[in-house]
């Protein structure tokens, strides 16, 4: 031990570029060098003399393998996480005495940071493009985040997109099918620090159950049969250092509930078959047209997990009542569909008419398709009322009297009243009118003030 420990010698570990510690037969520090202090951050006087069990015990070391060796008898390499900041490949060497015992143990670590980075960089490329195959999940750069809007309702929605894309919070989007739930989201994407990171999108409903572990975690290689043998990236770990929105969250089994709630707690993942933590810190936006607090109540979905995707609600309306964006809608929809096809057409003033009155039970979705169809489909630059499917014309629109249209307008107005501001009498204030004056025209007008107003998510 001394001829090892001699001046000579430690002038020689002094002078190496990696990281050396030493111990003795007990365990007890006899020197580090200054590599070593340079890459942990800690000095000799902390360590020399200290066992290595208190110095585990205390923190100052994560996972000894000095102690490794003594515990094995043999050579011990392993990859270590040094202050949270470096990556150390670690390999302790035991010094045998002529009675086969350890008498010293000599480690060596080299910084690997930049290296491991580079390879995990490498290997995630290759899982981000693993993604163009992937049926569940999808992976976007260039993407639609133009909200089309004029009502009042959309610009409260839309001012507070603004408020709450700067911070890496969870936000639930409800509202129902093709209403514009994706749009929303990929507006809050835009506008996110996280713009430059992965945008990844997974439909929940689309996912097997039995798939959805593997999918979700991703997996180490022979880890089951059938799986690839290279193993799988997955989407939580390639969703780090962006977003993550899962569409249709209501469908999701409450098992991965519960896992995925762990990693939203710790920023951390494990694949199945490997016991190794990956980091997987990501901005979570989820969207659903279900009723979540009532699957709580019945028992289908975790209320615990509820409040972690829903720490902000955005509810986006149907567009029956959103009578303006219709108009707004409409216009842009003409305009892009007649610059895509290079073709110019234009809706007839009753053909508008008819489109503008229409109940969109499809929602956006439903009027983006109609107009594209019509575009397309129907001969010569003018769009007539005699192009539209039946069920937009079962009542024509030259039929309708002023009365009529004044009142379909009017009763859009208190619908849309109803649901921006919740009570009967905020309603009838913003509309400049009586309260008992409201209440005779939504009885008019068959209106239920329970249909039309918001639902309390939280």
């Given at each position: 031990?001394?001829?090892?420990?001699?001046?000579?010698?430690?002038n020689?570990?002094?002078?190496?570029?990696?990281?050396?510690y030493v111990?003795?037969g007990k365990a007890n520090?006899?020197?580090?060098?200054k590599a070593y202090?340079?890459?942990?951050?800690l000095?000799?006087a902390?360590?020399v003399?200290?066992?290595?069990?208190d110095l585990?015990?205390?923190?100052?070391?994560?996972?000894?393998?000095?102690?490794l060796?003594?515990?094995?008898r043999?050579?011990?390499?392993?990859?270590?996480?040094?202050?949270?900041?470096?990556?150390?490949s670690?390999?302790?060497?035991?010094?045998?005495?002529d009675?086969?015992?350890?008498?010293?143990?000599?480690?060596?670590?080299?910084?690997?940071?930049?290296?491991?980075?580079?390879?995990?960089?490498l290997?995630k490329a290759?899982g981000?493009?693993e993604?163009?195959?992937?049926?569940y999940?999808?992976?976007?750069?260039?993407?639609?985040?133009h909200l089309?809007?004029?009502?009042?309702?959309?610009?409260d929605?839309y001012?507070?997109?603004v408020?709450?894309?700067?911070y890496?919070?969870?936000?639930?989007?409800?509202?129902?099918t093709?209403?514009g739930k994706?749009?929303?989201?990929?507006?809050?994407?835009?506008l996110?620090?996280?713009?430059e990171?992965?945008?990844?999108?997974?439909?929940c409903?689309a996912?097997?159950?039995?798939l959805?572990?593997?999918e979700?975690?991703?997996?180490?290689?022979g880890?089951?049969?059938g799986a690839?043998?290279?193993?799988?990236?997955?989407l939580?770990?390639?969703?780090?250092g962006g977003?993550?929105l899962?569409d249709?969250i209501?469908e999701?089994?409450?098992?991965?509930?519960i896992?995925?709630?762990?990693v939203l707690q710790?920023?951390?993942?494990?694949?199945l078959?490997?016991?190794?933590?990956?980091?997987?810190?990501f901005?979570l936006?989820?969207?659903?047209?279900?009723?979540?607090?009532?699957?709580?109540?019945?028992?289908?979905?975790?209320e615990?997990?509820y409040?972690?995707?829903?720490v902000?609600?955005?509810?986006v309306?149907p567009?029956?009542?959103?009578?303006?964006d219709?108009?707004?809608?409409?216009?842009?929809?003409m305009?892009?569909?007649?610059?895509?096809?290079?073709?110019?057409?234009?809706?007839?003033d009753?053909?508008?008419?008819a489109?503008l009155?229409?109940?969109?039970p499809?929602n956006?979705?439903?009027l983006?398709?109609?107009?594209?169809?019509?575009?397309?489909?129907?001969?010569?630059?003018?769009?007539?009322?005699?192009?539209?499917?039946?069920h937009?014309?079962s009542?024509?629109?030259e039929?309708?009297d002023?009365?009529?249209?004044?009142?379909?307008?009017?009763?859009?107005?208190i619908?849309?009243?109803?649901?921006q501001?919740?009570?009967?009498?905020k309603?009838?204030k913003?509309?400049?009118?009586?309260?008992?004056t409201?209440l005779?025209?939504?009885?008019?007008?068959q209106i239920?003030?329970?249909?039309?107003q918001k639902?309390?998510s939280?």
């Amino acid at each position: 031990m001394k001829t090892l420990l001699s001046k000579d010698y430690i002038n020689i570990l002094e002078l190496l570029q990696e990281g050396i510690y030493v111990v003795d037969g007990k365990a007890n520090t006899l020197m580090v060098n200054k590599a070593y202090e340079k890459l942990s951050g800690l000095n000799r006087a902390q360590l020399v003399g200290r066992n290595m069990k208190d110095l585990e015990k205390e923190g100052y070391i994560s996972r000894s393998v000095s102690l490794l060796v003594f515990k094995e008898r043999k050579i011990v390499s392993l990859v270590q996480q040094i202050n949270d900041r470096v990556e150390a490949s670690v390999t302790g060497h035991p010094i045998w005495n002529d009675k086969n015992e350890i008498e010293m143990v000599i480690t060596t670590i080299n910084d690997v940071t930049q290296l491991n980075s580079a390879s995990r960089k490498l290997e995630k490329a290759q899982g981000m493009l693993e993604l163009q195959n992937n049926e569940y999940a999808v992976t976007q750069k260039n993407f639609d985040h133009h909200l089309i809007f004029k009502s009042k309702t959309m610009r409260d929605l839309y001012r507070m997109i603004v408020q709450i894309a700067p911070y890496p919070t969870s936000v639930l989007i409800t509202g129902p099918t093709g209403a514009g739930k994706e749009v929303v989201s990929n507006a809050i994407q835009e506008l996110s620090p996280l713009k430059e990171g992965p945008f990844i999108k997974v439909n929940c409903g689309a996912i097997p159950h039995s798939l959805m572990e593997s999918e979700f975690f991703g997996y180490e290689p022979g880890t089951f049969t059938g799986a690839k043998k290279e193993g799988k990236f997955g989407l939580l770990e390639l969703a780090h250092g962006g977003t993550l929105l899962l569409d249709e969250i209501g469908e999701m089994p409450l098992d991965i509930q519960i896992k995925l709630l762990r990693v939203l707690q710790e920023k951390q993942v494990q694949r199945l078959g490997s016991s190794e933590a990956r980091k997987a810190d990501f901005r979570l936006i989820s969207s659903t047209n279900r009723n979540l607090p009532k699957l709580i109540e019945e028992n289908k979905f975790r209320e615990d997990f509820y409040y972690r995707i829903a720490v902000i609600t955005l509810e986006v309306p149907p567009l029956a009542e959103r009578f303006d964006d219709v108009n707004e809608l409409l216009h842009t929809f003409m305009r892009l569909f007649c610059e895509k096809y290079k073709i110019h057409k234009q809706l007839t003033d009753n053909a508008f008419q008819a489109l503008l009155h229409y109940p969109w039970p499809g929602n956006v979705r439903e009027l983006k398709n109609t107009i594209e169809n019509l575009v397309v489909s129907t001969p010569g630059k003018r769009i007539d009322i005699t192009a539209l499917p039946s069920h937009f014309v079962s009542v024509p629109y030259e039929n309708t009297d002023l009365k009529n249209r004044v009142g379909r307008y009017e009763s859009q107005l208190i619908k849309e009243a109803l649901h921006q501001h919740g009570s009967i009498r905020k309603t009838a204030k913003s509309l400049g009118i009586h309260h008992a004056t409201l209440l005779k025209k939504m009885q008019n007008y068959q209106i239920h003030a329970e249909d039309h107003q918001k639902r309390d998510s939280s």
